[in-house]
């Protein structure tokens, strides 16, 4: 954010999540695997299928434990061997393209920044990610071609709606120099208090129930969900 911000690209700047991502991701290494056979659902006809037929699963779909990095190594080899983003050092989920430096500046065309210079950015989170460029027609040109490689479900011109949401946090843009981000919603929509078993008879260090521990895990995680991202001031809390 801080770096659109200071770019002044705000204007540029969308926001998206792909559809049905990991049915996108690479084939399954069947010399690795090996073949994975499913039966289809019980009451469910699908075109061309006879019942009692099995159904070989060619790509890591979700649910497998090698469907993240297939999809990851699809969308990121998409982005560096055809886009030319490059990984930043200090994350790899963090995408920079950069004007080529092997155009001399005499020979740069109009629409175009200088050579080396960053052109656009892009960061990812699974399968929602952001992206922002200089808003001219080459770097405008990569979004395109983004959209037309992959199918996204939600996607929005940050600037026009001045609101988006992020993997959890509110995004406002409030000037072409000042964004806000903050996860009213998150917490609100997802934290709460804790339900406990009350009875006369229970001491004070009775144990948790096993609903009572996964509960209180997923909202440890909550926790730091958000210290993390907005309120680093609770965070001694957690």
């Known amino acids: 954010l801080q770096f659109v911000v200071n770019l002044g690209w705000t204007k540029y700047w969308r926001s998206g999540d792909i559809e049905a991502a990991f049915l996108q991701g690479k084939k399954r290494d069947v010399e690795k695997y090996g073949r ?12 061309g299928v ?3 037929s099995l159904l070989e699963v060619v790509l890591s779909v979700y649910g497998l434990p090698d469907a993240p ?14 886009l030319e983003f490059v990984h930043s050092r200090m994350d790899q989920a963090f995408l920079i393209w950069y004007y080529p430096e092997s155009e001399k500046q005499s020979t740069v065309r109009p629409g175009t920044g200088a050579p080396g210079s960053v052109g656009a950015v892009l960061v990812i ?6 992206i ?3 808003g001219t ?3 405008e040109v990569l979004v395109d071609q983004l959209r037309e490689r992959f199918p996204f479900g939600q996607w929005t011109e940050v600037w026009q709606t001045k609101k988006t949401v992020y993997t959890g946090r509110t995004i406002e843009v409030v000037t072409e120099s000042e964004v806000t981000l903050c996860q009213s919603d998150y917490i609100h929509g997802r934290m709460s208090q804790l339900p406990a078993r009350k009875s006369k008879n229970r001491a004070k260090d009775d144990p ?8 209180f895990q997923s909202s440890v995680g909550d926790l730091h969900w958000v210290t993390s991202q ?3 001031d609770h965070a001694l809390d957690t």
């Open 36 to 47: 994975l056979f499913l039966k289809p659902l019980k009451n469910t006809t699908l075109e």
């Open 50 to 52: 006879c019942a009692g």
């Open 69 to 82: 990095r297939a999809w990851w190594e699809n969308l990121t080899g998409f982005l560096t061997d055809v």
């Open 125 to 130: 989170h699974v399968d929602d990610l952001m």
């Open 132 to 134: 922002a460029t200089d």
């Open 137 to 139: 027609p080459r770097t």
């Open 208 to 215: 948790c129930t096993q609903y009572e521990q996964e509960d």
């Open 230 to 232: 907005s309120r680093p």
